[in-house]
């Protein structure tokens, strides 16, 4: 039975649900081996899946483990996924930029693997901020605040990192049906209501090519109609790094400047004012623009910003101690020039060889290194000026201008 299934995949034919149930759900329970699996991944990223199929693999995952229930806390629960990216601290702005219009937002995030650390890494750069809050707690901290941004609680979609593990190894990761199972899954699992995800194009990113982004984008809006579960996407760029900062004090300071609308206009900014405003017309089921005006409002009045502070006291965290190294470096410019290209991947790597990011699940993170760049994309400079300023701890990693800027 299990040949057959791989056979019939890898033959381009539609598995039924009771197939995919009985092969994944085999895997989980150790019955079905890694290289069958890893055999029928490979079969799915060569041939595709249905929608029916995908929509049965996302039940699967779902099902595979505890699901969340928010229905007791009012108003819409709205939630926000990324696919990731250097710099992408956007969690940080737009949940509270929401809870400050009048939504609600329940975040579970997760720690990074990879070149920065994930939404709860950057958190715990703020000395004394819990992640590990009880539902209940959750639930109090919601009900008195309107946001709550949080590690997992409960053991949700248990499928998903078993399969994700895999996947990592056996480069299957970019099948889309399977990013956009493994996703929603996460998504349902953890109760919202209304659900925006920002689809990361470029060399930082998963997705290389704004195609694969827009397949993507469509078939998750078509998992949320068939789950009932209104979805909206962005497809944003990931070829440069977002905003001005990379590492993760770092990041929550820029996050902080934002919020109190310090921070000038760029990408960042942008897309921040793009999400938030998408999630408050679907918290308050009004039109893109009404809520774009409350979220513009929020930053200028400073509720988004005391929406945060409230956020990181009922959580126990310590703002003003907050730190980033004192050793910096600075990279100058090779000549002078407009810059035409900040590559996202190779600031990425420094930000990982810094000690902002994780290689492996035990490597520990140095909160207080990063990168923070001077001049962005666009930029004019002369020979000599500061494009970025590097925080280091330990060992300042090799920096090569001419892998990671462009000039004309
Ligand atoms: N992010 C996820 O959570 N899952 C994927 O498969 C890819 C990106």
Known sequence: MILDIINKKRLGKELTYQELDLFFNGYLKGEVADYQMSALLMAICINGMSDEETFALTKIFIDSGDVLDFSDLPGIKVDKHSTGGIGDKTTLVIVPIVAACGGT?????????????????????????????????????????????????????????????????????????????????KKIACGADKIIIDIKVGNGALIQTKEDAKKLSSLMIRIGEFYNREVRTIISDMNTPLGITIGNSLEVLEAIDVLRGKEKKNDFVNLCIELASNMVSMALRIPYAEAEMKVMESIKNKSAYKKFEEMVEAQGGKIDKIKVSNKVHFVKAPCSGEIK????????????????????????????????????????????????????????????????????
């Open 341 to 408: 290209k900040i590559n996202a991947l190779e600031w990425g790597k420094i930000s990982l060889h810094l000690g902002a990011g994780k290689e492996n699940i035990t490597d520990k993170i140095d909160y207080t290194v990063g990168i923070k760049l001077n001049k962005l994309l666009g930029d004019k400079v002369k020979k000599g000026d500061v494009l970025a300023t590097v925080y280091y701890n330990k060992k300042l990693p090799e920096i090569k201008i001419d892998n990671i800027y462009k000039f004309e």
């Open 105 to 185: 937002v329940v975040k579970m995030s997760g720690r990074g693997l990879g070149y920065t650390g994930g939404t709860i890494d950057k958190l715990e750069s703020i000395p004394g901020y819990r992640i590990d809050l009880e539902e209940d707690e959750i639930k109090r901290q919601v009900y008195n605040i309107g946001l709550v941004v949080t590690g997992q609680t409960a053991d949700l979609v248990p499928m998903d990192k078993v399969i994700y593990a895999l996947r990592d190894v056996t480069s299957t990761v970019s099948s889309i049906p399977l990013i956009a199972s493994s996703i929603m899954s």
